[in-house]
């Protein structure tokens, strides 16, 4: 049983508890919700702006938002980690609009270390072909693009994406499914046969 005079074992307890030492004031509980998901809220902002001092700036303020509108937050079924996503999209969303830029990713990065590597739906007989992949997918609406990152760069599964894009888990499934069809004809009509006969849909 936990006394006020128990140090408080922040390594090794979930987030909803975290969230309320934080909401106390407990500066180390913040820390290490920072600590857990600093580096993924990095990731995905970074390859929604493909630039670091951006992304370490906007990664910044997300944590600073969160912590101050800690109070407003609640579980309801929506991990602090999805909460966290949400608001690095929206300040994502705004960073574009005033810049006036497309919504792209580090697409040169993403399909290396990501998709090519590491996506069992992709598989890559010659560097003309991973190009032809990256102007395809620089097509894409910025939500499934999102999608992407989101699924193989933070490697999260559907029903997780689901909660950040505030869509089910079939809706997400039905999303992923339509946008490796959509790539599919891009290549196909970009001469790529081979690329896109590779690409596989996955239910996971």
């Known amino acids: 049983m936990m006394t006020a005079s128990t140090p408080r074992d922040y390594e090794h307890v979930d987030d909803a508890l975290l969230v309320v030492w934080a909401r106390d004031n407990d500066t180390d ?17 970074y390859y929604r702006t493909n630039n670091h001092h951006d992304a370490e ?18 579980d309801r079924g929506i991990p602090f980690s999805a909460w966290l996503y949400r608001i690095a999209h929206n300040l994502v969303a705004n960073w574009h609009r005033d ?11 993403y399909v ?13 007989e010659s560097d003309e072909e991973r190009q032809e992949l990256v102007e395809a997918i620089r097509q894409l609406p910025e939500e499934r693009q999102q999608l992407l990152i989101l699924k193989y760069i933070e490697h999260l ?9 505030e869509r089910t888990e079939g809706a997400v499934k ?12 891009e290549l ?7 690329s896109s006969d590779s690409i596989q849909l996955d239910d996971e």
């Open 188 to 194: 196909t009509r970009g001469g790529a046969r081979s």
């Open 99 to 109: 810049r006036g830029r497309r919504q792209i990713i580090s697409l040169e990065e």
């Open 174 to 185: 039905s999303l992923y499914h339509r946008t490796l069809l959509s790539l599919r004809r």
């Open 29 to 45: 509980a913040f820390g290490e919700l920072y600590r857990r998901y600093v580096r993924k809220i990095y990731n995905y902002v």
């Open 57 to 74: 700036d906007l990664t910044a303020r997300v944590f600073y938002r969160a912590l101050g509108n800690i109070d407003t937050y609640t």
């Open 157 to 165: 599964s559907n029903a997780e994406i689901g909660q950040i894009m």
């Open 112 to 124: 290396g270390p990501g998709l090519r590597e590491e996506a069992p739906d992709y598989r890559f």
